[in-house]
């Protein structure tokens, strides 16, 4: 099994609102990662939890807030939005270790949001 | 900074036809490499992986073949379908840092029947 779940699938909030988006994983994963994709880009790295602890955020704006409650769940808190931010945000995870393919990262359906 | 890119951003064939999907990265320290496919509406899938001391490793319908020498990694689909068309990414890694995949560009592949 190689799921990683996302909801909501759609999203649509104004600039003044609060929203999560959360991921789930049962694959026993101890790392867990936020992309960000515009339409037709790839995905770009916006932060990494290794063992429930944030081991990188590659610079993203304060207005986006990663929480990761236990190893299996991992949330993006979104506050004060900008239009921009539009876009479809994924959820990935792997086994948090390298060598021998425990580097592979799997990827959620995403959650596509907009912000109005 | 380092990239990953690749030649063409669409390349379509006949269902039943050979493909082929190239990606150059330019990363020398770049140790694993994995081609993902990603349908529209939906995540990235992954497909395959192949490791720097490898220079060829097959799955079901899917080869991958790296050539360290020139930086160049493929995909090569065999029969291909209508449900291969997707945009496919290469994505690469170092041995250090090694939870940041670095994408290349994409490639939509378009199968007609």
């Known amino acids: 099994d190689t799921e990683v779940t996302q909801t909501p699938k759609h999203l649509v909030m104004g600039m003044t609102n609060k929203k999560s988006l959360k991921c789930e994983q049962h694959?026993?994963?101890?790392?867990m990662y936020w992309y960000k994709q515009k339409a037709k880009k790839p995905p770009e790295l916006m932060f990494v939890?290794?063992?429930?602890?944030?081991?990188i955020n590659e610079s993203v704006p304060s207005r986006f807030s990663p929480e990761c409650p236990n190893s299996s769940l991992l949330n993006l808190h979104l506050h004060a939005l900008q239009p921009e931010d539009s876009a479809l945000y994924l959820c990935?995870?792997?086994?948090?270790?390298?060598?021998?393919?425990?580097?592979?990262?799997?990827f959620g359906p995403g959650t596509r949001l907009l912000v109005l | 900074g380092e990239s990953v890119g690749l030649h063409l951003p669409t390349l379509s064939v006949q269902e039943g036809d050979n493909s082929i999907i190239n990606c150059a990265y330019s990363n020398s320290a770049s140790d694993y490499f994995i081609w993902y496919k990603q349908e529209s509406g939906k995540g990235p899938q992954f497909i395959i992986d192949?490791?720097?001391?490898?220079d060829k490793r097959q799955g079901q319908r899917v080869t991958v073949l790296l050539n360290k020498t020139v930086k160049h990694l493929s995909l090569q689909i065999a029969a291909t379908q209508p449900g291969d068309s997707a945009v496919y990414f290469c994505a690469e890694t170092p041995n250090t840092g090694f939870q940041k995949l670095v994408f290349g560009t994409g490639t939509r592949l378009l199968v007609s029947p």
């Open positions: 694959m026993g994963h101890r790392a």
């Open positions: 990935a995870s792997s086994q948090g270790e390298y060598g021998r393919g425990r580097e592979t990262q799997y």
């Open positions: 192949i490791r720097s001391n490898m």
């Open positions: 939890y290794s063992y429930e602890k944030l081991s």
